[in-house]
C-alpha cells in the first residue's frame, strides 16, 4: 500500500509525553468535550523533528487560509497561535520543559498506542506522563468566535522506553522492586 503524501502530517522523533490522557478521554472544563491529550516534549536539539514541525505548520497555515480569514484579510502566521511552544519562555520553572519546545495535541479520537515493536499496548500502567515515544500527529487551520491558529490533533503515539513519571506519582513496579520479604508471622 502506498504512503499518502500528507504535509500537516508529522511523526515525531523521540519525544517524552507529558499530561498523558491517553486511554481516557478529559475534559478541560464543563462546557468542553473530552478529549485524549498529550504535551509531547522535544528537545531543541532535534532539528529534525522541529523542521517537519515547521513545515507541517506552514502547509496547514496555507491550506487553511480560507479558514483563517475573516472575509477582508488572511492574517499572518506570525500573528496567530500556533501549537509549537518553547518550554524555557512558558514554562520556565518545569524542569521537564527545559531546553525544548512542546506541542499540546488531542483529539476525540482514542489513539493507536504501540510499543517499539508495534505491538498494541493494553496495560494503562505502561504508558504514563514520563515515558518516551513518538506520536503521529496532523496540523490544522481554526476560527472561533475569539480566536484564529493552527492546532494539533493527535492520531497515534508509540511507547519507546520507561522514563521517570511527571507529576510526582510513581509506578508500582518502581516502589516494590527492591523491596525484601519481611517476615510478617514474626
Known sequence: MAKINNPTKVV???CRFSYANL???KAMDENSKAKYSVSLIIPKSDTKTLDKVKAAIQAAYEEGKN???NGKSVPTLNSIKTPLR????DRPDDEAYANSYFINANSIIAPG???ADCQAILDHSEVYSGIYGRASI???AYKTNTARGIACGLQNVQKIRDGEPLGGHSRAEDDF???EDDDFLN
Do not use: M, Q, R
Not at 518553547?86 to 519562555?89: A, F, L, M, W
Open 67 to 69: 479558514k483563517l480569514s
Open 138 to 140: 496532523n496540523f490544522y
Open 23 to 25: 486511554w481516557e478521554p
Open 177 to 179: 522492586a527492591d523491596l
Open 113 to 115: 498506542i504501540v510499543d
Open 12 to 14: 515525531t522523533g523521540i
Open 86 to 89: 518553547d518550554g524555557d519562555i
